[in-house]
């Protein structure tokens, strides 16, 4: 079975500055590795994923994840963030089993950018 | 990628009493999953429709507190029965992207309370 680990809850940072969300995650096959933005009293939204290929991926709005699989790791980074990136961000690995993907989610990590 | 619409997006509802939630999408799916995420928490899929058979539960997950209908390609609904307090959650339906475009699209989610 596979497993996400988010160690950060919350992250608070000012605007502009850069941000890392952490996401780690384990399993015994290969995965494909997504992260999703949840803003305030809306459902998920996909940000970006990694399937194959290039390591580095990246979303419309600057964020931009690496996948790392030595290290099990599939980090958020964005290099200046905006007020409007205040949001809970989950990551997720799926794998493919009975004919559709199996996701599994990690906790979350809220971004709180402050003015 | 689909348009899910969800309703109701929020209900406060009396305890004993059940709560059918409705998700309806813009383009025919095979599969439709419901999703949990209980206050502060992660997503927890509660079950997979398939049109035309039963759903299948997660661990944890019983028909008969979570019936689900799956009556065509396009529609799915959710009840939640004789509800308790802990069943304030926020309730998440979700379809699986095209192949070739992995990664879910979710409703905008019903945010239930019970009291």
């Known amino acids: 079975a596979q497993s996400v680990t988010q160690l950060d809850s919350q992250v608070p940072v000012f605007e502009e500055a850069p941000v890392e969300l952490r996401c780690n995650y384990s399993?015994?096959?290969?995965?494909?590795l997504f992260w999703y933005v949840q803003y305030p009293n809306q459902g998920l939204q996909l940000l970006l994923k990694y399937l194959s290929g290039s390591t580095l991926v990246k979303s419309i709005n600057g964020f931009e994840a690496e996948f790392n699989k030595s290290q099990t790791s599939f980090h958020l980074r964005k290099p200046s963030v905006h007020i409007s990136d205040t949001a809970e961000y989950f990551c997720a690995v799926s794998v493919r089993s009975g004919g559709y993907q199996k996701v599994t989610f990690g906790t979350g990590t809220k971004l709180q950018v402050i003015p | 990628s689909a348009v899910i619409s969800q309703k109701p997006s929020r209900d406060i509802c009396q305890r004993g009493t059940s709560l059918t939630i409705q998700c309806q999408v813009d383009s025919q799916v095979t599969m439709m999953f419901w999703y949990r995420q209980q206050p502060g928490q992660s997503l927890t899929l509660i079950a997979t429709?398939?049109?035309?058979?039963?759903?299948?539960?997660e661990s944890g997950f019983v028909i008969d507190k979570f019936p689900i209908s799956r009556p065509n390609l396009t529609f799915s609904t959710l009840t939640v029965s004789n509800m308790s307090p802990e069943d304030s959650s926020i309730y998440l339906c979700?379809?699986?992207?095209?192949?070739?475009?992995?990664?879910?699209?979710f409703g905008s989610g019903t945010r239930l309370t019970v009291v």
């Open positions: 979700s379809v699986e992207g095209a192949r070739g475009n992995y990664g879910y699209t």
């Open positions: 429709a398939n049109q035309g058979s039963e759903a299948t539960y």
């Open positions: 399993s015994s096959v290969s995965v494909y």
